[in-house]
């Protein structure tokens, strides 16, 4: 038995690898210029993916970053536990479908779903997922996320489940003493660090807050807190991704075979009295973190191309050390 009987999946928006730790010493990452905070909003779906890899060879246009000063608390942490530095989302596009795999690992879509992209199907969609598996397992969990923050309402098995709470509930959950087996946390609006009038030091800040209320908690000694993004948001990356498998569908011009998986780079933290310190080089993407939970907790694989057992990616469990005495302090948020 593993002592981790909790995992928070926490998703935050649209930044790449080398945007947030291309400078963190040690990590696989580029110097580049200082990005403003807020940063203006960039197209980021599948098209806008293809048309910078096709022109430029590299992925995003916005060639600039944020430091330690603008991000303290996510820089603390990757001093503390685990930052991966090869983890990609698994659609190169925009959230949606990349919500969708944090969720399900699979995605019948390529950009965000819209009544005008008729080359892909419209929600609500009938697919296996993590929540409903985990419940038919005797399971527990909750979607902490404002009706407008997370996709759970696009699964039909999920979308009106009384498990669905606001993200203020979180809060009152830990202080109950109370978290579900694994639990997916969103931010409200203007912290999720997404780019347009939404401030990354803020969104930093708004996650902090959330990881002192759990660290402060005996519930701790049990957690497994996963922070993720969920998808590139425009912004340059020199790694490239790596080509597993084609869209199938259509769409506008290019988009018909084109790279499905994998998406962009972007970071991963790992946040747990198991988890090591240190960088962490092994191949994962959003799927990665359904791996982790299906072997954690001893569940049923689904029938999906991410969870076949030749799939890349890997499962987390390099990220931790179950038989090392874990370190039980509150973190500390500043580098």
Same mark, same amino acid.
């Given at each position: 038995?593993?002592?981790?009987?909790?995992?928070?999946?926490?998703?935050?928006?649209?930044?790449?690898? /080398?945007?947030?730790?291309?400078?963190?010493?040690?990590?696989?990452?580029?110097?580049?210029?200082?990005?403003? !905070?807020?940063?203006? /909003?960039?197209?980021?779906?599948?098209?806008?993916?293809?048309?910078?890899?096709?022109?430029?060879?590299?992925?995003?246009?916005?060639?600039?970053?944020?430091?330690?000063? !603008?991000?303290?608390?996510?820089?603390?942490?990757?001093?503390?536990?685990?930052?991966?530095?090869? =983890?990609?989302? /698994?659609?190169?596009?925009?959230?949606?479908?990349?919500?969708? *795999?944090?969720?399900?690992?699979?995605?019948?879509?390529?950009?965000?779903? $819209?009544?005008?992209?008729?080359?892909?199907?419209?929600?609500?969609?009938?697919?296996?997922?993590?929540?409903?598996?985990?419940?038919?397992?005797?399971?527990?969990?909750?979607?902490?996320?404002?009706?407008?923050? %997370?996709?759970?309402?696009?699964?039909?098995?999920?979308?009106?489940?009384?498990?669905?709470?606001?993200? $203020?509930?979180?809060?009152?959950?830990?202080?109950?003493? *109370?978290?579900?087996?694994? %639990?997916?946390?969103?931010?409200?609006?203007?912290?999720?660090?997404?780019?347009?009038?939404?401030?990354?030091?803020?969104? &930093?800040?708004?996650?902090?807050?959330?990881?002192?209320?759990?660290?402060? %908690?005996?519930?701790?000694?049990?957690?497994?807190?996963?922070?993720?993004?969920?998808?590139?948001?425009?912004? =340059?990356?020199?790694?490239?991704?790596?080509?597993?498998?084609?869209?199938?569908?259509?769409?506008?011009?290019?988009?018909?075979?084109?790279?499905?998986?994998?998406?962009?780079?972007?970071?991963?933290?790992?946040?747990?009295? =198991?988890?090591?310190?240190?960088?962490?080089?092994? *191949? =994962? %993407?959003?799927? $990665?973190?359904?791996?982790?939970?299906?072997?954690?907790?001893?569940?049923?694989?689904?029938?999906?191309?991410?969870?076949?057992?030749?799939?890349?990616?890997?499962?987390?469990?390099? &990220?931790? !050390?179950?038989?090392?005495?874990?370190?039980?302090?509150?973190?500390?948020?500043?580098?």
């Amino acid at each position: 038995m593993f002592p981790i009987k909790h995992v928070i999946i926490l998703t935050k928006e649209n930044h790449t690898f /080398d945007n947030y730790f291309g400078a963190f010493p040690g990590a696989r990452g580029v110097n580049l210029p200082h990005a403003a !905070d807020p940063h203006p /909003d960039q197209r980021h779906d599948h098209g806008a993916w293809l048309e910078d890899r096709d022109a430029r060879g590299a992925e995003g246009t916005a060639k600039t970053q944020y430091k330690a000063s !603008d991000i303290p608390v996510y820089w603390a942490l990757a001093q503390q536990y685990t930052l991966c530095d090869n =983890y990609f989302t /698994d659609v190169a596009s925009e959230s949606e479908p990349n919500h969708l *795999f944090l969720i399900a690992a699979d995605s019948p879509l390529i950009d965000n779903s $819209s009544h005008h992209r008729h080359y892909q199907p419209q929600p609500p969609f009938n697919m296996p997922s993590l929540p409903e598996t985990l419940e038919t397992s005797g399971y527990t969990w909750r979607n902490y996320a404002e009706s407008d923050a %997370s996709y759970f309402h696009h699964i039909q098995a999920l979308k009106d489940h009384p498990w669905n709470r606001p993200s $203020s509930h979180f809060d009152l959950d830990i202080a109950q003493g *109370f978290l579900p087996t694994v %639990s997916w946390l969103y931010a409200p609006f203007g912290l999720s660090e997404h780019p347009g009038n939404h401030s990354v030091f803020q969104g &930093a800040e708004w996650t902090a807050q959330r990881i002192l209320k759990l660290a402060g %908690s005996p519930l701790w000694a049990s957690t497994a807190l996963i922070i993720v993004w969920d998808d590139w948001g425009g912004w =340059y990356d020199h790694v490239m991704s790596p080509e597993h498998s084609i869209w199938q569908g259509e769409g506008p011009r290019g988009y018909q075979y084109s790279q499905f998986r994998y998406g962009p780079r972007v970071p991963c933290l790992i946040v747990s009295p =198991y988890a090591k310190s240190g960088i962490n080089h092994h *191949f =994962y %993407s959003h799927a $990665s973190v359904i791996k982790f939970c299906i072997r954690l907790f001893g569940l049923q694989r689904w029938e999906v191309p991410a969870l076949a057992k030749n799939d890349p990616s890997g499962d987390l469990f390099e &990220a931790f !050390d179950f038989n090392a005495q874990p370190r039980l302090e509150i973190p500390s948020i500043t580098p």
